[in-house]
């Protein structure tokens, strides 16, 4: 008789105490796992229809603005509060968590033309169509009291923005000249123009903290050194810029919403030419914002849409869209890199998920596991075409679509009619301009 | 009168250029500048004489000057600026210079070259120019500032993982001062303590002497003072020193350390009770009556009665293990031990009871035939129950006993003697009994009357026991216990050697009939195999078996473990009345075995049920005709191109010429080889599958450089199929890591690396290095005790 015993080590299955995860005998031999490769591609495409099938951005939205939103601003240590201004000179703060509005202020008379919360969160500064820039209380004021103004600032035209400085007293506004400004002194301690007459945006690096950047109507795009006593550099762009903001993780660039539909990314050191031209919006860029690792930046357009770029790739990664959603005017990206906030023509303030399949809240170790292997999968077989075509799909509404393609077929005709001159014409006379070149007009010094 | 030197220094450099300075011929009288100007006014002379005049026999005062007329310069201080529009020339200054005799010829000489030189300066650069130099000079500036960003940019940008906020504060432990300087009571709980130590007078935050310690200090001397602070701190420190040594020891975790570290008290115990049975009987005495409590609580209790989780786990284990099941042997040993009774054996039924349970509930190896004093209760009980006064008995049979270890054997034989008859009859009384029991089919009468006899009398002395144990519990901590436990054994074991010496040695067909138990469950196991022939053959064997067995009535018991648990049902003995608890049943797990047997026979069996099922269908033959198929359609066909009659007669019966055939028949290019051409059981199809290209990469992806790198990387997998749980998790790990609900800051200039430059931020760069240095030092210094240490070791 021939007896065959089956016999394990004790060691391999029991637990030494109740608190271990159990254990599960494996075998890695990978003859026993066999089509790994196959079985990992469908696991990745299943991953990626769950991934599209779980993409639904769209969180909330704050109402209460009895206008169109003009500026929105972070509060600077708090997660949860938002401050946003609008065209009826109406300023709100809104609590996310509760979604709903604490505060409102009439700050001005006519549009809330920009908001900045101080680096330490206690007060904000707001400017108006009213000539003024005045500083708020970030806490609201006892009960039965009026809502005052710390300070106001008389000023002799109209501000078009306002940034703070990220860890001094200091703050700049821009309007027809970017002035410099301490907290203390109702005049400007520096003010720098260089031939222009008016100004869109003014930003503070907020890594080489005395570097600055604004957005000029002549469509240029003018650098300052506030420790200096006249600006740095001068980009002439083929249209104007709207908007700028600097990376918060890389001193050197930043990147401009621009009035041709695209977003330029510069690098400081050099501006002749953009590292990168960021297309996809349908129409002007109004708003730019980075995310605060520094990785992405989410962009407003007046197409009515948000769309996030890596911020080195030329086209975007998502778009997010609502039928009632309208031109979006401001936007503005968490500090805690979740979410994204808009704040549209139609009076909304927006509240999106930065990652669209994202599952909010705490997760357990085996499901932080599990969308770990997923996104490792997607990122391993995204260039297969199902894959691919699966991950890239995004729903857009038909006008869109259709100014989408109109676009593409003109920038093919413009492309073709380019090749065709180069073709007809002596060689070399025609030089081949690359997509980077064509927008910068001049660099001036 | 400075201000009249003030205005002569320029008079006589101009040469006497103003004509109109004139003094008044009082000295006293004070007149303004501007009343000078006009001098040459008669009228005004005049009327200013007569004010002087008046103004003779006054006080002197000033006279405030009066702007009459319009003009350039005023002063502020009441003085005509005269000639301060004017500029002053070098050739004014140098003048006086040729005149002065101290001034050196060689700046004199400088002086006239200098007026000699006729060329001009350059014009400065506009404004623009200044300003286009000046943002040309600052941008590089700022731009070189910003550069040195550069590293950490493209360090976070090659980095496989990114952790934001990148500031974070360093987990793990901290210092032990940090901790303390930091921490404050906050919680109620913590402040309840803080109170109760501060109403007790204890010290809270540096324990070095209590309030009353320190009052008594007080009350002394000096030096008796130091004295005594000396013995306090030493004996703090001792303390302190007992208590580290306490918890150090109390977190060895090797068994065999605390083994010995047991062994080691109880052989101490021994020694002071075998001193104590020559100086202090009452104390010795005492001692027994302690172990007899102890015995009474382990029978109470269900610790050694592998009942526990530890045990169940080792049951588990003890299939496999040999360790395991010298441990659970030790425990039921323990156990023994514990609750045997210290006299001539004379167990309660309870442990008989218990045994019997043991069997049900143990796996068979771990119950080892037992000695018979144990086994024997339930036939003993009524002599047993007869002698109440137990812990007396205990006392005279442990001190004669010893007694008799001490002086000789004389005393011992007696014992002996009388103790074998006692073995005799038990002997004879058991196997009559077991003769009574294995002939199934009639009742004992006699029996169960007995045990109803006994019964109560067993209950109640449990009750009893169990009330003494609630208070020997509520007064003695677990340790105690635990040592007395061991005490106890170590006790009963001594006694028992004492005992077996004088008691029938143990039967050597036990051994024997263990195997057999280890074979029959074996067989028992074959039942769940379907081979009903080689478990009939097995039954055989078994019947055979207990023959030889039954002539020792032990082993037979416990082979058979459920027949008698019947019977004793039959005779009226509920183990639930018996017994105080419950010892738990532990159900094993069957070892899988599987037995080979006729391996050929099945499968020759199920060769033909496979033959039956696919008799219809040639397989075989379908394949090689699909093969052949498949190679055909492979091959490269024949065109035949001839046309008859052309350049030729045709006709009926005319075949076109043989060289025009092979001129017209076009033969295409051979096939390449069929990759199945060698393999007869295999058909390889290399057409294209468009379904498969679908998900195919048409193109060579952006990073990539060949095809080659993109298939292997693609090839390698990441799952947790194919990876142990740490590859897995390398893997797997996301590029960016974001913690919930922290705000991420933009970076500052303490995440740029140290500026090695000397020039530039000097002092700076020499804080950091001296830091550096520092840290160097000490970890240097950390080092060394460690090399010491080795050092150590290695002597």
């Known amino acids: ?445 | 009168m400075r201000r009249k030197g003030v205005k002569a220094v320029p008079a006589t450099m101009a040469g006497g250029g103003n004509n109109e300075e004139e003094l008044s011929p009082d000295d006293e009288h004070i007149i303004s500048a501007s009343e000078e100007e006009d001098g040459s006014d008669d009228e005004s002379k005049h009327a200013k004489l007569l004010e002087a005049i008046s103004s003779l026999g006054k006080r002197k005062r000033m006279k405030r000057t009066e702007r009459s007329e319009a003009s350039v310069q005023v002063s502020e201080f009441s003085v005509n600026a005269d000639g301060t529009g004017e500029k002053v020339n070098l050739s004014d200054l140098l003048g006086t210079m040729d005149k002065t005799p101290g001034a050196p010829n060689k700046t004199k000489q400088q002086l006239k070259n200098l007026q000699n030189r006729k060329e001009t300066l350059e014009l400065p650069l506009s404004k623009q120019q200044t300003e286009k130099i000046q943002r040309e000079v600052a941008y590089d500036k700022s731009s070189k500032e910003v550069s040195r960003w550069e590293t950490v940019i493209t360090q976070n940008q090659k980095a496989e993982q990114l952790v934001f906020p990148l500031r974070q504060d360093p987990t793990g432990p901290k210092r032990m001062e940090q901790v303390v300087a930091g921490w404050k009571a906050k919680t109620p709980l913590e402040k309840e303590i803080f109170s109760l130590l501060h109403s007790n007078n204890q010290p809270i935050h540096d324990p070095l002497l209590t309030p009353a310690e320190e009052a008594s200090i007080k009350a002394m001397s000096l030096e008796e003072a130091k004295i005594r602070q000396a013995e306090f701190r030493k004996a703090r420190v001792l303390q302190s020193y007992y208590e580290a040594k306490a918890r150090r020891e109390r977190k060895i975790k090797s068994k065999k350390y605390h083994k010995l570290q047991k062994k080691a008290k109880v052989k101490a115990f021994l020694k002071q009770f075998d001193e104590m049975m020559k100086t202090d009987p009452a104390g010795a005495l005492e001692e027994l009556k302690k172990m007899e409590l102890s015995r009474m609580q382990e029978r109470m209790s269900l610790k050694h009665q592998n009942s526990g989780k530890w045990a169940k786990s080792k049951a588990i284990m003890a299939k496999y293990d040999d360790a395991a099941r010298k441990a659970m042997q030790e425990q039921l040993e323990m156990n023994k031990q514990l609750t045997q009774k210290l006299v001539v054996p004379s167990d309660d039924d309870d442990d008989e009871e218990r045994n019997v349970e043991e069997a049900d509930a143990l796996p068979d190896f771990v119950n080892d035939p037992e000695p018979i004093l144990d086994s024997v209760n339930p036939w003993m009980r009524g002599k047993l129950t007869q002698e109440h006064s137990e812990p007396e008995v205990t006392a005279v049979a442990t001190e004669t006993a010893v007694e008799t270890k001490d002086e000789g054997q004389n005393g011992q034989r007696e014992d002996e003697e009388e103790e074998e008859n006692e073995e005799e009859k038990l002997l004879r009384e058991f196997e009559r009994k077991r003769k009574l029991r294995q002939d199934e089919d009639d009742d004992l009468v006699p029996v169960p009357q007995e045990e109803k006899q006994v019964i109560p009398v067993d209950v109640a002395e449990a009750e009893e026991v169990a009330g003494e144990n609630v208070i020997q519990i509520s007064d003695d901590e677990d340790k105690e216990e635990e040592e007395e436990e061991v005490v106890v054994s170590e006790f009963n074991s001594l006694f028992n050697r004492l005992m077996k010496s004088s008691s029938v040695p143990p039967v050597p067909e036990q051994t024997g009939a263990e195997e057999a138990e280890l074979l029959d469950e074996g067989l028992v196991r074959v039942r769940t195999m379907d081979d009903l022939e080689a478990l009939q053959q097995d039954v055989v064997m078994d019947t055979t078996q207990p023959a030889p067995a039954s002539a020792t009535p032990a082993p037979s018991m416990e082979t058979t473990s459920e027949p008698p648990k019947k019977k004793k049902k039959k005779k009226g003995i509920d183990p639930n009345e018996v017994l105080t608890k419950e010892a738990k049943v532990i159900k094993m797990p069957l070892a899988p075995t599987v037995v080979e047997e006729e391996e050929e026979e099945v499968h020759a069996e199920q060769t033909a049920i496979i033959k039956e099922a696919f008799a219809g269908d040639d397989v075989i033959s379908d394949f090689l005709k699909d093969k052949r198929k498949q190679e055909k359609a492979g091959q490269a066909e024949v065109v035949d191109l001839t046309l008859p009659g052309w350049g030729e007669w045709g006709g009926v019966g005319l075949k076109p010429s043989k060289r025009k055939r092979r001129k017209f028949r076009l033969k295409a290019p051979a096939p390449p080889l069929r990759k199945d051409q060698n393999l007869p059981d295999v058909i390889i199809s290399e057409k294209r599958n468009s379904s498969v290209a679908n998900h195919q990469v048409s193109q060579l992806p952006f990073p990539f450089q060949n095809s080659t790198q993109f298939e292997s990387c693609v090839r390698f997998p990441v799952g947790q199929t194919w990876n142990t749980q740490t590859t897995f998790r390398k893997l797997t790990a996301p590029k960016v890591v974001t913690k919930m609900g922290a705000i991420i800051e933009p970076m500052s200039k303490e995440d740029l690396p140290p500026v090695k430059e000397s020039s530039g931020a000097g002092s700076g760069a020499t804080i950091v290095l001296g830091e550096k240095v520092e840290e160097e030092t000490k970890k240097a210094r950390r080092r060394n005790p460690l090399q010491k240490k080795k050092k150590k070791s290695r002597q």
């Open chain 1, 1 to 445: 008789m021939k007896v065959k015993v089956l016999c394990r080590n004790p060691d391999d299955y029991v637990r030494e105490t109740t608190r271990d995860i159990q254990r599960v005998p494996r075998n890695y031999d990978p003859t026993i796992h066999p089509f790994e490769v196959s079985r990992e591609y469908t696991r990745a495409l299943n991953a990626t229809k769950l991934e599209r099938i779980f993409a639904k951005p769209f969180v909330a939205s704050l109402d209460g603005h009895r206008d169109g939103i003009n500026c929105l601003a972070k509060h600077a240590k708090t997660l949860s509060v938002v401050l946003s201004g609008a065209c009826d000179g109406e300023v709100k703060i809104w609590n996310l968590s509760k979604r709903e509005c604490m505060r409102t202020i009439q700050a001005h008379e006519g549009f809330v033309r920009g908001i900045c919360s101080r680096f330490c969160g206690s007060s904000f500064f707001t400017v108006g169509d009213d000539k003024t820039v005045k500083q708020w209380n970030m806490e609201p004021p006892g009960r039965g009291l009026q809502e005052e103004p710390l300070n106001t600032i008389l000023g002799k035209a109209v501000y078009t923005g306002i940034d703070h400085h990220q860890t001094e007293g200091t703050f700049a506004t821009c309007g027809q000249t970017v002035d410099i400004w301490d907290e203390q002194r109702s005049s400007p301690i520096r003010s720098f123009s260089w031939g222009v007459d008016s100004f869109s945006c003014v930003r503070y690096n907020p890594v080489e903290t005395e570097l600055l950047a604004s957005c000029a109507s002549d469509r240029s795009i003018i650098l300052y050194d506030m420790r200096e006593s006249a600006p740095l550099k001068k980009i002439i762009m083929q249209l104007r810029s709207n908007t700028l903001c600097w990376n918060p993780m890389e001193a050197y660039n930043f990147t401009c919403s621009n009035e041709d539909y695209n977003l330029y990314t510069y690098d400081m050191r050099r501006l002749d030419v953009p590292v990168t031209v960021h297309m996809d919006h349908v129409s002007a860029v109004l708003d730019v914002d980075y995310s605060p690792t520094g990785k992405e930046f989410v962009s407003a357009s007046f197409d009515k849409t948000i769309r996030i770029f890596p911020k080195n790739s030329g086209h975007s990664r998502e778009v997010y869209h609502t039928k009632r959603m309208q031109h979006v005017i401001c936007v503005k990206w968490s500090a805690d890199n979740k979410y994204i906030l808009s704040g549209s023509d139609e009076m909304n303030i927006r509240l999106w998920k930065a990652n669209a399949s994202e599952k909010l809240g705490l997760l357990t170790p085996r499901e932080k596991a599990a969308l770990n292997y997923n996104q490792k999968l997607r990122d391993k077989f995204q260039h297969h075409p199902q894959v691919r075509r699966i991950a890239r799909h995004r729903h857009l509404p038909r006008d869109l679509f259709k100014q989408k393609r109109e676009l593409r077929e003109m920038k093919e005709a413009r492309r073709r009619k380019a090749q065709n001159v180069r073709k007809h014409s002596k060689p070399g006379s025609v030089p081949l301009v690359t997509e980077k070149e064509k927008h910068v007009v001049s660099v001036v010094e």
